[in-house]
């Protein structure tokens, strides 16, 4: 359909809107609508990615962080390659983490026991000395030389060699200060 602007009469620009071009020409209108229905479907679909994807990116970090530091929560002194290992697996968590770190515990134990049982087993065997167990004990003379005194005490006192770990040197030094008064006792309680 040609229209002949013509012979119709002037329109003021002002009163050129919308809804006139709507009434006097449809078919423009309507593939105007057809046209910017299209380009603002696609600039929303843009935008609407855009935005998506920087929210997918913004939350993902924030997830992977919140999944770092509870990784390392999780972690204990002596398994760092462990904590390594989770940190680059993304599948990885805190508590899948804390599951290896105590079966690897319990391997240690398990481990430990082991030894110390073998270790008992190598440890020669002490005969325990009763001699000093008898109800007799050497007197011991309280003018006789320091040095004859912790003799006589430490041959005749298992405890006492006991407590000093089998060093008489050890043994000699502490009465040599207990005589010159060198030496505190803070509590004589026998448990």
Same mark, same amino acid.
């Given at each position: 359909?040609? /229209?002949?602007? !013509?012979?119709?009469?002037?329109?003021?620009?002002?009163?050129?809107?919308?809804?006139?071009?709507? #009434?006097?020409?449809?078919? /423009?209108?309507? *593939?105007?609508?057809? %046209?910017? #229905?299209? *380009?603002?479907?696609?600039?929303?679909?843009?935008?609407?990615?855009?935005?998506?994807?920087?929210?997918?990116?913004?939350?993902?970090?924030?997830?992977?962080? &919140?999944? /770092?530091?509870? /990784?390392? %929560?999780? #972690?204990?002194?002596?398994?760092?390659?462990?904590?390594?290992?989770?940190?680059?697996?993304?599948? !990885?968590?805190?508590?899948?983490?804390?599951?290896?770190?105590?079966?690897?515990?319990?391997?240690?134990?398990? &481990?430990?026991?082991?030894?110390?049982?073998?270790?008992?087993?190598?440890?020669? $065997?002490?005969?325990?000395?009763?001699? +000093?167990? #008898?109800?007799?004990?050497? &007197?011991?003379? *309280?003018?006789?030389?320091? %040095?004859?005194?912790? &003799? +006589?005490?430490?041959?005749?006192?298992?405890?006492?060699?006991?407590?000093?770990?089998?060093?008489?040197?050890?043994?000699?030094?502490?009465?040599?200060? +207990?005589?010159?008064?060198?030496? $505190?006792?803070?509590?004589?309680? $026998?448990?």
């Amino acid at each position: 359909k040609q /229209i002949n602007f !013509m012979s119709k009469e002037t329109i003021e620009r002002s009163a050129i809107n919308a809804d006139f071009i709507k #009434s006097e020409f449809p078919d /423009i209108a309507e *593939k105007l609508a057809k %046209e910017n #229905s299209e *380009k603002i479907r696609t600039e929303t679909k843009e935008t609407a990615f855009a935005e998506g994807r920087k929210a997918g990116i913004l939350e993902g970090a924030e997830f992977e962080r &919140k999944r /770092i530091l509870a /990784i390392e %929560e999780a #972690s204990l002194p002596g398994h760092e390659d462990l904590v390594a290992k989770a940190k680059q697996d993304a599948d !990885m968590t805190a508590d899948k983490l804390a599951l290896q770190i105590v079966a690897r515990e319990k391997q240690r134990g398990t &481990k430990y026991v082991e030894q110390a049982a073998v270790a008992e087993k190598e440890m020669p $065997k002490v005969t325990p000395n009763f001699e +000093s167990a #008898s109800p007799e004990k050497a &007197k011991v003379d *309280k003018d006789a030389p320091l %040095e004859d005194r912790a &003799k +006589s005490e430490w041959q005749n006192d298992v405890k006492l060699r006991s407590e000093f770990a089998d060093d008489y040197d050890a043994y000699f030094a502490y009465k040599k200060a +207990s005589d010159a008064n060198q030496v $505190k006792i803070l509590s004589t309680n $026998k448990n």
